[in-house]
């Protein structure tokens, strides 16, 4: 079993940061892919950030420039710094990682619980 448990989020004013973090844990042989999605009311799921194993970064055109996806292998950990918050990026962020959950298992889409960014003043 595997979980991702993010945590950072919160209230900031538009221009302000947060830095999310998300730990990954559990039966974990390998993680590939990490990244970072968002979703508000009635819209879908949408990619924020991603990174590969060795460092490789997407992300999507609304927030280059402005988030930086990055990530500690040894700690099984994905952070997003994200600065000049607006308030359209105000969402629930959620954590996905590409796992390898045991020796003979293949890999599997974990995601976490999700934590609220609100930019407002």
């Known amino acids: 079993q595997v979980q991702l448990v993010e945590s950072g989020g919160g209230l900031v004013q538009p221009g302000g940061s947060l830095r999310l973090s998300c730990a990954a844990s559990?039966?974990?042989?390998?993680?590939?892919?990490m990244g970072w999605y968002r979703q508000t009311p009635g819209k879908e799921r949408e990619l924020v950030a991603t990174?590969?194993?060795?460092?490789?970064?997407n992300y999507a055109d609304s927030v280059k420039g402005r988030f930086t996806i990055s990530r500690d292998n040894d700690k099984n950990t994905v952070y997003l710094q994200m600065n000049s918050l607006k308030p359209e990026d105000t969402a629930i962020y959620y954590c996905?990682?590409?796992?390898?959950?045991?020796?003979?298992?293949?890999?599997?889409?974990?995601w976490g619980q999700g934590t609220q960014v609100t930019v407002s003043s």
């Open positions: 996905n990682a590409n796992v390898k959950a045991g020796l003979s298992a293949p890999f599997f889409q974990y």
């Open positions: 559990g039966s974990i042989v390998s993680i590939n892919a």
């Open positions: 990174i590969t194993t060795i460092g490789a970064t």
